[in-house]
């Protein structure tokens, strides 16, 4: 009896059947997932020119203090030693010129 | 970019890498291939054919906008964690929704076969059974969809229900025995007389 019981529910289960889907569902999942793509490539694009300023900074990698300071230092130094108000000077007319400490420098420079 | 063709031929856990590589071709691919399969589980879930449709596309969207949540490394068959997706999905969507649709699924199958005794007894009988399925508890359930109508192992189905086999085998038995009980209280088995009444024949 138990046994015939196994088997009618086992035929009957079997008769349960799955409907078809309605719509063309892996074309609907596909199209969604593209449309979703493209709005969030557009939410990210809506930041304008400051979201895209920051992005750059964002990108900009600090160099050494130390390194820094010496490339300004030296950077400086040069721009100086070539700038016109210096290079004009009558006694300057080279970079040698420049650096040069004159010997003629007496006491009485200095009082 | 790897013609569709030849994705074709990659296995579902090297397309599921790819789509986490944002390759869209790969994630169309696996939509295709699986798409019938886990419409059909969720229905079993939750039979309504529009809700199980939805079940599914929002199991596949979450796949596309999230592809992390599949871990490669774990060793898992993507179908198997992607069941485990899909039915948690369905659990979650009928919890919501409970009670809210009582028999309309009756009057759907009886809407579209009015005039035809032959195929309203069948619907009659599918709807029947169906009923009985759902007032299973939701473990049972879908321990009995995933052995008896998704054709897994044991083994594949427990994995499925993070169980151990033998606690699968029980949840198996014990859905069996209590859709015996439904049935046969019904009498709609073991029972031919009342089951010719309730059919109308």
């Known amino acids: ?111 | 970019m790897v013609p569709t063709h030849k994705l074709e031929n990659l296995s579902d856990e090297e397309l599921m890498v790819r789509v986490q590589d944002a390759d869209h071709s790969a994630f169309s691919v696996l939509v295709t291939r699986h798409t019938r399969m886990f419409y059909a589980a969720a229905y079993r879930m939750y039979p309504y054919q529009d809700e199980a449709e939805d079940i599914v596309q929002e199991a596949f969207m979450k796949l596309w906008n999230r592809p992390e949540i599949w871990k490669a490394d774990k060793g898992a068959k993507f179908t198997t964690w992607f069941y485990r997706v899909v039915t948690n999905q369905a659990i979650d969507f009928a919890r919501k929704i409970k009670n809210t649709k009582g028999s309309e699924a009756l009057d759907r199958i009886t809407d579209k076969t009015a005039n035809q005794q032959e195929v309203m007894e069948q619907a009659q009988q599918e709807q029947m059974l169906e009923d009985a399925i759902q007032e299973l508890p939701e473990r049972q359930k879908l321990a009995l969809n995933l052995c008896f109508y998704e054709g897994l192992s044991n083994k594949e189905a427990a994995e499925i229900m993070e169980v151990g086999v033998k606690a699968l085998e029980s949840l198996l038995m014990r859905a069996k025995a209590g859709l015996k009980d439904i049935l046969v209280r019904q009498g709609n088995l073991g029972d031919e007389e009342k089951r010719g009444h309730y059919y109308g024949s």
């Open chain 1, 1 to 111: 009896m138990v046994h015939d019981l196994d088997k009618e529910l086992d035929v009957l289960l079997s008769k349960r059947a799955v409907p078809e889907m309605r719509s063309n569902l892996e074309h609907r999942i596909i199209q969604e997932s593209l449309r979703q793509e493209a709005q969030s490539a557009k939410r990210q694009g809506e930041g304008g020119f400051f979201a895209g300023l920051k992005a750059v900074l964002d990108n900009i990698v600090l160099p050494q203090p130390a390194l820094a300071m010496m490339m300004v230092l030296m950077v400086g130094g040069v721009l100086g030693a070539y700038s016109p108000d210096v290079m004009q000077d009558d006694d300057a007319d080279s970079f040698e010129a420049y650096i040069m400490t004159s010997d003629e420098i007496g006491y009485g420079d200095f009082l």
